[in-house]
Nanobody
């Protein structure tokens, strides 16, 4: 099972950009579908983006389509979330998650589909 550590969060002005990274331990990273979720204060954790283990499929929440890009580098055991055109509604703790198995196009949006989670990284967007 992999272990996940997020980094790259911080404070940014509206309209700015950030890139989050999630480093995974273990030799089986390439067999995991990876995803980003976020949780704002007082709200439930919500799906942001996912990328299949094959890299052949990605999935995005409607609220981030066209602004966020998920990618992975299996040689570095790392998944990224490039976030552009940030707005205050993107303020949240961002979590990296991993799901084992599935088809080469497996990119679930359900929280319960993921069984490994990082500790989260705070993203704050000021207006």
């Amino acid at each position: 099972q992999v272990q996940l550590v997020e980094s790259g969060g911080g404070l940014v002005q509206a309209g700015g950009s950030l890139r989050l990274s999630c480093a995974a331990s273990g030799r089986t990273f390439s067999s995991y579908t990876m995803a980003w979720f976020r949780q704002a204060p007082g709200k439930e954790r919500e799906f942001v983006a996912a990328i299949a283990w094959s890299s052949s499929s990605t999935n995005y929440a409607d609220s981030v389509k066209g602004r966020f890009t998920i990618s992975r580098d299996n040689a570095k055991n790392t998944v990224y979330l490039e976030m552009d055109s940030l707005n205050p509604e993107d303020t949240a703790v961002y979590y990296c998650a991993a799901a084992r198995g599935g088809s080469p196009w497996y990119t679930p949006v359900e929280f319960k589909s993921y069984n490994t989670w990082g500790q989260g990284t705070q993203v704050t967007v000021s207006s």
